[in-house]
């Protein structure tokens, strides 16, 4: 297939059009480049040997959309762009809904337009909002909390209104948990802007002593020691479920849901441990409050991708670390 990224230069987008490649389709990546560097479409090309053509540009240009869609003669929309630090949404929550709401309506306006109507869209788990029950599936209630989140959830609404109008649509919200780690070429990984916000690329710089020390917001969770315990799955599995959601929005039309995280959660001061024994470095720690808005413990029910994508996450919480280090140390990132 032919395949347009959206954010394709972007952390999760990278992975995924490395993997797209390798299994045959030919990519075409949009992105503005808000988040990302122009060179990451270089090193698609450089482990995949295969074009990876990058149009800078936004999604709410919606003409841009559609000449891109005709000239690539896209079959099928990866949806990955879109603004993703919740702080941040609080604080400029207009923003959020330009780019993440109205880039996609723009998306399904080009759809529309040229006739493509299968897309894979990045959802979030916190489209659940505080969890009533773990494992979260994908029956769970939703809510949210910040213009983030609610982004997400309005998308998906969206999503579901324009797959009931017409049967053509086909439209697959993977719902991630916490994506981390790097692909194994050391040339893509997550490249956060300034202070991260998440605990791996954290805990990565810390080790690499680009930071003095972690800040472990809360030790008095309900969980077995205390801090906060989360879902990490491997960049590389999460990519790869792309693919099988490719493959399935391909031969079932419809609105789906799918969670795709590894079913298991770790705590903080398990990543800790964790990434200490990847790396062989000492990662100094301090106990802070409660970070706001955060819940104690979140990870998914995987079922439903299991069954109806055949896809489960197979790699590590070592390989996660192992991948983040080399990444955090290799000349790559450092550009
Ligand atoms: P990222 O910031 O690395 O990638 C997003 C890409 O989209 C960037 O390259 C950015 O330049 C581009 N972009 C942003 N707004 C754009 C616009 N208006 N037009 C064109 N390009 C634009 O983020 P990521 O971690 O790769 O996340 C990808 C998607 O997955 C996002 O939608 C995010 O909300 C979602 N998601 C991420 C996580 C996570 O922890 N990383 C978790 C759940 C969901
Ligand atoms: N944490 C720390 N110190 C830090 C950073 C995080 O202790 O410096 C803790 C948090 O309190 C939490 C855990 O590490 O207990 C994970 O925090 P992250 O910020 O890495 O991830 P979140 O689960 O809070 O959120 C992430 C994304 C959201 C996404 C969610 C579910 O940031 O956008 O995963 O996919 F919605």
């Known amino acids: 297939m032919n395949v347009l990224l959206t954010g394709g230069t972007g952390y999760i987008g990278s992975h995924a059009a490395v993997c797209l490649l390798q299994a045959g389709h030919n990519i075409a990546i949009i992105d503005n480049l808000s988040n990302s560097q122009e060179l990451v479409a270089g090193r698609i090309e450089n482990i995949t040997q295969k074009k990876a053509p990058l149009i800078v540009g936004d999604i709410c240009d919606t003409n841009l959309l559609i000449q891109t869609i005709q000239e690539h003669r896209i079959d099928a929309i990866m949806h990955f762009?879109?603004?993703?630090?919740?702080?941040?949404?609080?604080?400029?929550?207009?923003?959020?809904?330009?780019?993440?709401?109205?880039?996609?309506?723009?998306?399904?306006?080009?759809?529309?337009?040229?006739?493509?109507?299968?897309?894979v869209?990045?959802?979030?788990?916190?489209?659940?909002?505080?969890?009533?029950?773990?494992?979260?599936?994908?029956?769970?209630?939703?809510?949210?909390?910040?213009?983030?989140?609610?982004?997400?959830?309005?998308?998906?609404?969206?999503?579901?209104?324009?797959?009931?109008?017409?049967?053509?649509?086909?439209?697959?919200?993977?719902?991630?948990?916490?994506?981390?780690?790097?692909?194994?070429?050391?040339?893509?990984?997550?490249?956060?802007?300034?202070?991260?916000?998440?605990?791996?690329?954290?805990?990565?710089?810390?080790?690499?002593?680009?930071?003095?020390?972690?800040?472990?917001?809360?030790?008095d969770y309900l969980t077995t020691d205390g801090t906060g315990v989360r879902d990490y799955i491997h960049v590389m599995d999460l990519a790869e479920g792309h693919l099988c959601a490719l493959d399935y929005a391909h031969q079932?039309?419809?609105?789906?849901?799918?969670?795709?995280?590894t079913g298991t959660g770790h705590s903080v001061l398990e990543m800790v441990t964790a990434f200490a024994s990847a790396s062989g470095m000492e990662i100094p720690y301090q106990f802070e409050p409660r970070r706001s808005g955060d819940v104690a413990s979140c990870y998914a029910k995987t079922d439903k991708a299991n069954k109806l994508l055949q896809w489960s996450a197979k790699r590590s919480l070592e390989s996660m670390c192992t991948s983040t280090w080399a990444w955090q140390t290799g000349e790559f990132s450092q550009k």
């Open 121 to 219: 869209f990045s959802s979030s788990a916190t489209v659940y909002g505080e969890p009533q029950y773990l494992p979260i599936d994908e029956h769970h209630p939703t809510s949210a909390t910040n213009p983030y989140g609610r982004s997400k959830l309005h998308i998906e609404e969206i999503l579901s209104d324009v797959a009931k109008s017409d049967k053509k649509w086909s439209f697959i919200c993977l719902r991630y948990f916490n994506p981390v780690g790097a692909h194994h070429s050391m040339q893509l990984g997550e490249q956060p802007n300034g202070v991260p916000n998440n605990l791996m690329p954290y805990i990565a710089q810390v080790a690499h002593g680009i930071r003095a020390q972690l800040s472990i917001f809360g030790n």
């Open 81 to 119: 762009a879109g603004l993703k630090a919740v702080g941040e949404s609080n604080a400029i929550p207009i923003s959020y809904y330009i780019n993440n709401v109205q880039g996609t309506l723009s998306i399904l306006n080009a759809m529309d337009q040229t006739g493509v109507s299968t897309m």
């Open 252 to 261: 079932h039309p419809g609105w789906h849901a799918i969670n795709l995280g």
